[in-house]
């Protein structure tokens, strides 16, 4: 559900707008309110389960996230929407790292890595699906659809979460609460957040983007001196002399910079420029979803067998390679070539995924689990955060600096000041901007240099998401299997 719904929305957006006469301002913030929420909440929600037991914060989740769902099918105004949309944040913020708990807990060393596997698998597929998903419901159902398919998922997770799963709690789990640490790190999650958020529309150099990074600089420099203070600690900073889950943290930023960037990019060349429909182009992505599906399993039983360091470093390799390859991705690239680095990256990605969450989960202790569990999630949305934003400040650079000399090229009209930055916000998304009323050799004339400057904008991107995921690469060889990975010890079964 929460990784479903991450992208499903997307699809949905433009239709809510229209449905609820909204403007491109509330509809941003129905995507915003969630992200927010999700990563702000995700390291404490992890510290709820290792204090109250994962089974009690999973089956809240659940009940919270089918209920906003329900109520925002329902909802008729996009400032309720909106304000259950963060509900839904917070919500999701206790399944995800509760799941890892329930995880960590339940299964030996032998079997974690299996089921980190299968773990990553859905929720790879669930990401990478939600474009096929919302599509279909948008195009033949509603924009209600999309969140109303939340609760019948939701009630039977419920039944079968009561029925199946079984609290473990470690025998010195956390009994109180460091209230001052959840202030400190909620408030900097939040400005960081928010800064990588609304840095493509302030930029970088702006003095509100700086404000919010200088205010997250220092609340996460005050929340890291209380925290050696702090009697009982939200994030205990002693983990992190574990170079493997230092490391592993590392690789899930950079990870995610690489995959959220890069394939936020690869929807608009699918969709604008080659002008395929929103279940076309989930369609076309196929081969990675396919891939992060079977291959995570596989990858899960790999790294039980020769630990984690080798397939995390093949699958950075290979990452790498895929991102390399589709920056020589052209305006008529034909389906095959992009069904093979497609699945190069599903496949890069599965080892990568299951083995720096094992990392992370497994060299923290018993009574951290869910703690950890929030850190590898909230490593995950800020690096996706993190590579759309840099990835969006280098396309528009790129567009702002090729633009011009191919309009002027194809002996097209100077354009206005005003006129050139609407021309070149629409280019950074594949949009070709064609007035109404423009002649059909003008019109094609156009299109071709939008497309053309879109593509070597995200050529650059690729290329750069390509050298992060070489720098992960350098990282896997710090990683190695959790040292507390068995579950028996200190353990008590409700």
């Known amino acids: 559900m929460v990784a479903l719904d991450g992208t499903i929305v997307f699809i949905a957006n433009p239709v809510i707008q229209k449905g609820l006469g909204a403007s491109l301002a509330d509809v941003q913030w129905i995507t915003n309110a969630y992200l927010l929420a999700l ?169 509100r983007t700086l404000l919010f990074l200088g205010v997250s600089l220092l609340a996460f420099v005050a929340f890291a001196l209380w925290q050696t203070r702090s009697r009982e600690p939200l994030l205990p900073l002693r983990l992190f002399r574990s170079v493997p889950l230092s490391a ?76 390399f390859g589709m920056s020589t991705l052209e305006v008529d690239s034909g389906t095959p070539l992009m069904s093979v680095l497609f699945a190069v990256f599903g496949i890069g990605l599965a080892p990568v995924v299951v083995g720096a969450t094992e990392v992370i989960v497994g060299n923290a202790p018993l009574e951290h689990a869910g703690l950890a569990g929030g850190l590898q999630q909230g490593a995950m949305q800020v690096g996706g955060t993190l590579g759309t934003a840099v990835l969006g400040a280098v396309m528009a650079s790129r567009v702002g600096s090729v633009l011009p000399d191919k309009w002027a090229g194809a002996g097209l009209p100077p354009l206005s000041g005003a006129q050139k930055g609407a021309a070149s916000s629409a280019v950074e998304v594949g949009v070709a901007p064609v007035p109404e009323g423009t002649p059909p050799e003008y019109a094609a004339k156009i299109t071709d240099v939008a497309h053309d400057t879109f593509v070597a904008g995200m050529s650059t991107s690729f290329v750069i998401a390509g050298c992060v995921a070489v720098v992960a690469a350098v990282l896997a060889l710090f990683t190695k299997p959790g040292e507390n990975a068995g579950a028996g010890h200190g353990v008590a079964h409700v």
């Not at 709820?48 to 089974?55: P, V």
């Not at 799963?165 to 957040?193: K, Q, T, W, Y």
Request: glycine share 14%.
């Open 248 to 323: 592993g943290t590392a690789l899930m930023i950079l990870m995610a910079f690489s995959f959220m960037g890069g394939l936020f990019y690869v929807t608009f060349y699918l969709q604008n420029v080659h002008g395929m429909s929103p279940v076309d182009a989930g369609l076309h992505l196929l081969p990675l979803t396919g891939m992060m599906i079977f291959a995570s399993p596989a990858a899960g039983a790999l790294i039980t067998r020769v630990g984690p360091r080798v397939p995390i470093f093949v699958g950075m390799v290979l990452t790498a390679g895929a991102c």
């Open 39 to 207: 990563a702000v909440a995700l390291i404490t929600a992890g510290k709820l389960g290792d204090r109250f037991g994962h089974r009690l914060i999973f089956l809240i989740g659940i009940t919270g996230f089918a209920a906003s769902s329900g109520v925002i099918a329902l909802s008729g105004t996009v400032s309720m929407v909106v304000a259950l949309r963060v509900l839904q944040g917070l919500s999701g913020a206790m399944l995800m790292p509760a799941a890892l708990g329930l995880l960590r807990a339940t299964f030996p060393a032998e079997k974690l890595n299996m089921a980190i596997g299968l773990w990553g698998g859905v929720i790879g597929g669930s990401a990478a699906g939600g474009p096929i998903i919302g599509g279909l419901l948008v195009e033949h159902v509603n924009w209600q659809s999309v969140f109303f398919i939340n609760v019948p998922v939701g009630a039977v997770a419920l039944v079968l979460g009561l029925l199946v799963l079984r609290d473990h709690r470690a025998e010195n789990a956390p009994r109180s609460f460091d209230l001052l640490g959840i202030v400190l790190l909620s408030g900097a999650m939040f400005c960081l957040v928010w800064a990588l958020i609304k840095a493509p529309v302030w930029h970088w150099g702006d003095a």
